[in-house]
């Protein structure tokens, strides 16, 4: 398990591009027959990619964590972005699709990730906070999840937030997860932008080509940064940050937030005449 520490944001003004990468992004997350994963000290958030093929793969405790076994002290979500898997926790198999969510809360000692095809793997994306009581493990389709429509052809950010680990559909301790799905010609996500000093995110892009790139913005509103992410790559954006992004195509990306709440709408919105 890699592990990340915080950056202050006057630290940060004076990454280069090199020391931006390093710090916040994740690349490579998702390695056929492997499991990766980065543990930051930024709210204490762990983000992993596991594509299983021909074995399962297994979250167990460790020295990083402090603990005997994975979710001992901790909750967690996870969506699948690939083909079909099964998640097995504490020896009860749950049929994951592509776009399935699953919530699991503190307590359960052992979980497992497999694909139904060896050949064309699911690709777990997971998401884990620290947590101060056990709530139930709930499956969540994408059907499942909330919808709420955002945004308009005229500004190019129409979308559609889907929240999966929210209050409105399952309960957690601290962990907010979902997927937005950006319309065919918007390129913009979270614009105008925002920072929330309660809580930290994490945004995955994916369903994006070769050719094709995200420009996602971060730093402090007066003095912006950005980092050229491909597909399947994940970003850390601090509590100090604004986090938002442009494609040079639709794409579709999960956000984690983890914090002092879970309040979707807590935000302090930055005008775009003031960002620099």
């Known amino acids: 398990m890699e592990i990340r520490y915080s950056s202050h944001y006057e630290d940060a003004k004076n990454y ?57 002290r901790r909750e967690l979500g996870v969506i699948n972005i690939g083909a ?21 809360g503190k307590g359960i000692k052992e979980i497992s990730f497999e694909s139904v095809d060896a050949s064309s793997p699911a690709k777990f994306y997971v998401n884990s906070a620290t947590a101060h009581t056990s709530y139930p493990t709930v499956k969540i389709s994408l059907e499942d999840a909330k919808k709420v429509n955002a945004g308009s052809d005229e500004e190019c950010n129409k ?28 390129v913009w996500n979270t614009m105008p932008c925002h920072t929330h000093d309660r809580r930290m995110e994490v945004y995955l892009y994916f369903d994006m080509d070769a050719e094709n790139v995200v420009f996602h913005l971060m730093g402090t509103p007066d003095e912006t940064r950005h980092i050229v992410m491909k597909n399947e790559q994940a970003v850390i954006s601090p509590s100090w940050s604004i986090h938002s992004g442009v494609g040079t195509k639709n794409y579709t990306f999960i956000w984690g937030m983890v914090g002092e709440n879970q309040e979707f709408t807590d935000m302090d919105a930055v005008l775009t005449k003031d960002i620099r």
């Open 159 to 186: 979308r559609v937030i889907n929240q999966y680990v929210h209050p409105a559909v399952c309960k957690s301790c601290q962990l907010v997860m979902g997927m937005t799905i950006l319309q065919p010609g918007s």
């Open 16 to 72: 280069d591009t090199t020391d931006l990468r390093k710090h916040f992004l994740i690349e490579d997350l998702f390695v056929t027959g492997e499991m990766k994963m980065v543990y930051s000290h930024i709210d204490r958030i762990i983000v992993a990619g596991i594509v299983p093929t021909d074995k399962a793969l297994s979250l167990e405790g460790s020295k990083a964590l402090g603990c005997e076994y994975f979710l001992q």
């Open 84 to 104: 079909a898997g099964i998640v097995t926790l504490d020896g009860k198999k749950y049929e994951m699709g592509a776009r399935d969510g699953l919530y699991v």
